[in-house]
Antibody, heavy 116, light 107 residues
């Protein structure tokens, strides 16, 4: 079955950087576009970024554009999110999502906390 | 960005009750809408996509309807395991956007 496993979340100081990873299994990764969606404590989900099959087309939320970079390695069935210039309001659980029909499969999430 | 507005923000109903949640889009999204269920400390789970298509393995107690700007999620007979927060999300345009959620509790 479809499995998405995120890693890389951590406590980081404002202005710092993190790289999140997501390893996919149970489906042909290169056939699907993938997304990162985050959820701040006590809030609803928020779209962060999406990348199409070959990686040639990407989209970002306005709140992260210029600071975050999404990428993928189809040879490793892996999705990445490089996060720079982190701010307190980036604190959230970050989910890797197979973006079929809006989001048919989600990982368990990896927590990112931005704090001094 | 397309704004998604859900109502009510919370509700309390008895076991066996019929429950309806509404979601309104700020512009026409056709049927590019998904409904999620999120239980405490868990990732959201897709229940319905394309506004009315039940995700594989999801109980038929759940149903969705609507198109354009107005949508509904119905639970035909509320069960204790349905306690959760429900979100709508449009995937007509990027950025995908979510409703603010409806918390469902048992009375």
């Amino acid at each position: 079955q479809v499995e998405l496993v995120e890693s890389g979340g951590a406590l980081v100081k404002p202005g710092g950087s993190l790289r999140l990873s997501c390893v996919a299994s149970g489906f042909t990764f290169s056939h699907y576009y993938m997304a990162w969606i985050r959820q701040a404590p006590g809030k609803g989900p928020e779209f962060v970024s999406c990348i199409f099959h070959s990686g040639g087309t990407v989209y970002y939320a306005d709140s992260v554009r210029g600071r975050f970079t999404i990428s993928r390695d189809n040879t490793k069935n892996s999705l990445y999110l490089q996060m720079n210039s982190l701010r307190a309001d980036d604190t959230a659980i970050y989910y890797c999502v197979r973006a079929v029909d809006g989001g048919d499969s989600w990982g368990q999430g990896t927590p990112v906390t931005v704090s001094t | 960005d397309i704004q998604m507005t859900q109502s009510p923000s919370s509700l309390s109903a008895s076991v066996g009750d019929r429950v309806t949640i509404t979601c309104r889009a700020s512009q026409d999204i056709s049927t590019w809408l998904v409904w999620y269920q999120q239980k405490a400390e868990k990732a959201p789970k897709s229940l319905i996509y394309a506004a009315s298509t039940l995700q594989s393995g999801v109980t038929s107690r759940f149903s969705g309807s609507g198109s354009g700007t107005d949508f509904t999620l119905t639970i035909s007979s509320l069960q204790p395991e349905d306690v959760a927060t429900y979100y709508c999300q449009q995937y007509r345009n990027f950025p995908y956007t979510f409703g603010q959620g409806t918390k469902v509790e048992i009375k």
